[in-house]
């Protein structure tokens, strides 16, 4: 089993949508969630980020970690043409030590 | 929040030869940095952890002669692609920690086309 599983997609919505992206992951030592948004040949960029169980919201994204089922989600609200691009979820066990990334789902909001 | 560059964005060299790629904290001092290669379609793949003044630490089967990794200072690192080969083709991202949150923030990448 791998350390984080994460749906590759694609996924495909349409505009206004409310999007749902999920991972799943083994080791019980992670502490810190954080979810990237890359669009096609750029570099990872920081959405949201999350160091205990629970929601954290900032504006149409909501990040959601249930420890207790080794299980994180990202919620994209009235999704735009502009939100498609690879999301991915990333964990460590402490700040500085290198992220476990999913494998990334392929977002699609289609207008 | 946190900035991240790197440099150059795209290169293209001849197969023989070094490419030095450049990643630099512009707003905070990074105590560590990390290297990835990603391929196309595919997941970042972790090569090396570098903190400042110390040597990196490669990532099992990464060459450690051929991806020469400097950590200068709190804000620089630098990849060096060493007789580059047409395998070493790939986008090449770096990241840094130390900023707020603690939590590690990425440069816009390097894509890197050996001929």
């Known amino acids: 089993q791998k350390e984080v599983e994460q749906d590759p997609g694609p996924l495909s919505v349409p505009e206004g949508a409310i999007v749902s992206l999920n991972c799943t992951y083994s080791n019980s030592a992670f502490q810190y969630f954080m979810w990237y948004r890359q669009y096609s040949r750029k570099g990872p960029e920081l959405l949201m980020y999350?160091?205990?169980?629970g929601n954290k919201e900032d504006g149409r994204f909501t990040a959601q970690v249930d420890k207790s089922s080794k299980y994180i989600s990202l919620f994209i609200r009235d999704s735009q043409p502009s939100d498609s691009a690879t999301y991915l979820c990333a964990m460590s066990v402490v700040g500085n030590t290198p992220l476990v990334f999913g494998k990334g789902t392929r977002l699609s909001v289609i207008a | 929040g946190a900035v991240v560059s790197q440099h150059p964005s795209w290169v293209i060299c001849k197969s023989g030869t070094s490419v030095k790629i450049e990643c630099r904290s512009l707003d905070f001092q990074a105590t560590t940095m990390f290297w990835y290669r990603q391929f196309p379609k595919q997941s970042l793949m972790l090569m090396a952890t570098s903190n400042e003044g110390s040597k990196a630490t490669y990532e099992q089967g990464v060459e450690k002669d051929k991806f020469l990794i400097n950590h200068a200072s709190l804000t620089l690192s630098t990849l060096t692609v060493t007789s580059a080969h047409p395998e070493d083709s790939s986008f090449y991202i770096c990241?840094?920690?130390?900023?707020?949150?603690?939590?590690?923030?990425f440069g816009p990448g390097t894509r890197l086309t050996v001929l």
């Open positions: 999350t160091y205990s169980s």
């Open positions: 990241s840094a920690t130390g900023g707020p949150p603690d939590t590690q923030y």
